[in-house]
C-alpha cells in the first residue's frame, strides 16, 4: 500500500534502528507475500479547521504475481466537499512492476481533479549499488535522472522490510523509499510498529490465519531540514502483505479506509 497517512508521535528516547541491508534476512522467507485483489470503501474521519465537510470514495488495489516480479494496480476514487460547498471529484491510478530481487521498478501514476489530468509521473528506477543506492530516470513530467541514495527500498520490498521487522520484534525503523508517486526521486519513512499479534478472526475469512500487526508510517522529504511529514498513514498489516484498517491523513482532513473485499489471485503454475 502506497503514500497514505496518519501523525506520528515518538518517543525522543526511542532512537530509530538504522536502514537494513537492502532485503532484510527473514523477507524472502517469512514474508510470503499473497497475490491479491482488493476493495477498500474510504469515509472521512475529520476534518481540520472545517477545511472538508464531506468525503467518501473508493481503493481498488490489485497485485499480481508475473514469476520475476510484482505488478501492482491502485485506483483512488474520492468526492470530497470543501467549507464553500464545492464538490471536487478526485481519481488517481498508480501501476508499478517490482522485480522481486527490490532492484528495478517501473512506474505509472496519473491524476484527475475533476476532468483536468493535474499530474504525470512515470519512469523506471534501479538499485545497482552494492549499497542499495541507485538511480531513476524520469520520461514524465519532464525528462530527468536522479540518484537514490543507499539503502533505498522500492515499493513492495518496503512492505516486506517492515513485516519482516516486526516477525523480529522490531518498533522503530528509518527507511529511504523511493515509489514513483512523485517527480523528487526517493524520500525518507519512518516506521513505527504498534504490535505483532498472533492470527485471530477477522471479517475476512482468508486472513484469519495471518499474524497481523499496526503500523504507523510517516513520509518525509530528504532534506535534513526536514521535521514534518508531508504525508502519513496506519494500518493493520498481515504477514502477506495484505492491508486493512488504514487511516490516510491528507493533511486538511483525515479518511479511514476498510477492507470489505478481498480475494487471493492464484500463483502461476509456469515461470
Not at 481519481?91 to 484527475?112: C, I, N, P, W
Not at 502519513?232 to 477492507?259: C, H, P, S, W
Request: glycine share 8%; aromatic share 8%.
Amino acid at each position: 500500500m502506497h503514500r497514505s497517512a496518519l501523525i506520528l508521535l515518538a518517543c525522543a528516547a526511542a532512537a530509530p534502528a538504522a536502514a537494513a541491508p537492502l532485503r532484510a534476512p527473514l523477507a524472502a522467507d517469512a514474508v510470503p507475500m499473497v497475490a491479491h485483489h482488493a476493495v477498500y470503501t474510504l469515509s472521512l474521519a475529520s476534518s481540520r479547521q472545517g477545511a472538508v465537510t464531506a468525503a467518501s470514495g473508493t481503493m481498488s488495489y490489485d497485485m499480481t504475481d508475473v514469476c520475476r516480479g510484482w505488478a501492482t494496480s491502485q485506483r483512488l476514487q474520492m468526492d470530497v466537499t470543501n467549507r464553500d460547498g464545492q464538490l471536487v471529484k478526485m481519481t488517481s491510478d498508480y501501476a508499478t512492476f517490482e522485480s522481486k530481487d527490490g532492484r528495478q521498478l517501473d512506474f505509472h501514476m496519473r491524476q484527475v481533479t475533476d476532468t483536468a489530468v493535474t499530474s504525470k509521473v512515470e519512469g523506471s528506477a534501479v538499485l545497482d549499488g552494492p549499497d542499495g543506492s541507485g538511480s531513476v530516470h524520469y520520461t514524465s513530467p519532464e525528462n530527468k535522472t536522479l540518484k537514490l541514495p543507499p539503502g533505498t527500498r522500492l515499493p513492495t520490498t518496503h512492505t516486506e522490510t517492515i513485516i519482516a521487522g516486526a516477525t523480529q520484534g522490531k518498533r522503530f525503523l528509518t527507511l529511504p523509499l523511493f515509489d514513483g508517486t512523485g517527480a523528487d526521486g526517493a524520500q525518507n519513512t519512518f516506521v513505527v510498529i504498534e504490535n505483532w499479534n498472533d492470527p485471530s478472526h477477522q471479517p475476512q475469512p482468508a486472513l484469519s490465519s495471518q499474524p497481523f500487526g499496526r503500523v504507523h508510517i510517516s513520509f518525509f522529504g530528504l532534506a535534513p531540514t526536514e521535521q514534518t511529514p508531508n504525508y502519513q498513514i496506519a494500518m493493520r498489516y498481515y504477514l502477506n502483505g495484505v492491508a486493512n484498517d488504514l487511516t490516510m491523513d491528507f493533511d486538511e482532513f483525515v479518511m479511514n479506509g476498510t477492507l470489505h473485499e478481498f480475494k487471493p489471485v492464484a500463483q502461476p503454475t509456469q515461470c
